[in-house]
């Protein structure tokens, strides 16, 4: 058996065997598979016949078989030990020390426990797992023939089960914060879910008491607050899937779902098109999100009053360290009407307010058609 072996062989059979379980304890998501393959590990690089891992459950005050090799059917999972201090298991536990036996038969300090004799084993090696948190278990090897086990023996098994008690431990923090992130997550789109429902509900609203109205202009603005109010719910859904935390957008892939939702509010013959490249920073994502939405709806709105086709662009790039984003219909143009009347449109107040949040300027102009130009950090205008 063991004892025949040549110290190099075994020891560099431990190494091998630790190792290969340290790699595969970084990707494995599995605790008890983890903790069977420890178990295996440990076997293999003692060269015993037996080999258990016992994890310490502070609310019984006992130490649970949690993984196991060699064991008959019913003892992991089930079998359950008290740390006392007269077994090996007790004392490796309570008093965090190695616990090497080569023959119980001669043995005078430790009992011998019943497990083993029902597996015909009369050596064993416990070591305790200990982690940041404290105590973590004890990792033990076992034998059906005496055995003496060597300082290298004893830091291979401590090391091994170390390491399995940490990598358990981080994963089930992982585990616990995978859920927690889960549960936030349903949380966050049940709340989204309810805000857009109040959202189209406010725009009912509106829209029945602009149906009541009796009073023309009064009614084509409260129709205007219900269109504006459902085209923030539409875009809401798009908007929440960006927080502060993300550092950049692809600008072409977001645009490009954005003119989707937008299309269903367009005219029959008005085509809207997405010119967009480079990246939106985080903290600028909804921002531009809403400015969009708000010139696409607006140019689609009145820009082609009287006509049936038009296009829209919606275009963004990176210039520089800067970026650009505009939206060009070739529709009427811009209407003259007075300045005074132009700065009260609750549309462009709500458009420069948007863009006053990223520190940007804003141009408009009309030839064949309405340009609006958004920049910010750009030396050339268009």
């Not at 009992?111 to 404290?134: F, M, Q």
Request: hydrophobic share 40%; with cysteine; net charge neutral.
């Amino acid at each position: 058996m063991r004892n025949r072996e040549e110290p190099e062989k075994i020891l560099r059979r431990q190494l091998t065997s630790f190792a290969n379980f340290t790699t595969r304890s970084l990707g494995e998501s599995n605790i008890d598979s983890l903790m069977m393959d420890a178990c295996l590990r440990a076997r293999a690089g003692m060269n015993v016949t037996h080999a258990k891992l016992l994890e310490y459950l502070p609310d019984r005050d006992r130490l649970l078989l949690r993984a196991g090799v060699g064991w008959k059917e019913g003892y992991v999972g089930q079998y359950e030990v008290a740390p006392n201090i007269d077994t090996p298991i007790g004392y490796a536990f309570a008093l965090s020390e190695p616990v090497p036996i080569s023959d119980y038969n001669s043995e005078k300090v430790h009992c011998h426990p019943t497990i083993l004799k029902e597996h015909g084993c009369v050596a064993s090696l416990n070591v305790p797992l200990r982690t940041d948190r404290g105590n973590f278990g004890v990792l033990e090897v076992d034998n059906t023939s005496t055995c003496t086990f060597s300082a290298d023996d004893i830091n291979f098994l401590t090391g091994l089960g170390n390491t399995v008690a940490r990598a358990v431990e981080l994963r089930r923090a992982m585990n616990a914060m995978e859920a927690a992130f889960k549960e936030k997550e349903l949380l966050i789109r049940e709340m989204n879910h309810r805000i857009k429902n109040n959202l189209s509900l406010i725009a009912a609203m509106l829209s029945l008491q602009a149906r009541r109205s009796t009073e023309s202009e009064v009614r084509e603005q409260l129709g205007n607050a219900a269109t504006r109010v459902n085209n923030f719910a539409l875009v809401h859904d798009r908007l929440q899937l960006f927080t502060s935390s993300v550092a950049k957008v692809d600008a072409a892939s977001h645009f490009e779902e954005l003119c989707g939702m937008l299309r269903s509010l367009l005219p029959g013959g008005v085509v809207l098109t997405p010119k967009c490249s480079g990246w939106i920073l985080g903290d600028c994502v909804e921002s531009l999100t809403l400015i969009a939405n708000e010139l696409v709806t607006n140019a689609a709105k009145y820009a082609f009053a009287g006509r049936d086709k038009g296009e829209i662009v919606l275009g963004y790039r990176q210039d520089g360290a800067g970026w650009r984003l505009w939206v060009y219909d070739n529709g009427h143009g811009m209407s003259p009407e007075p300045e005074s009347r132009s700065a009260k449109s609750f549309g462009k107040q709500l458009v420069a307010t948007l863009v006053s949040r990223v520190n940007a300027e804003i141009a408009y102009a009309s030839d064949r058609g309405t340009k609006v130009d958004v920049s910010c950090g750009v030396l050339n205008k268009v």
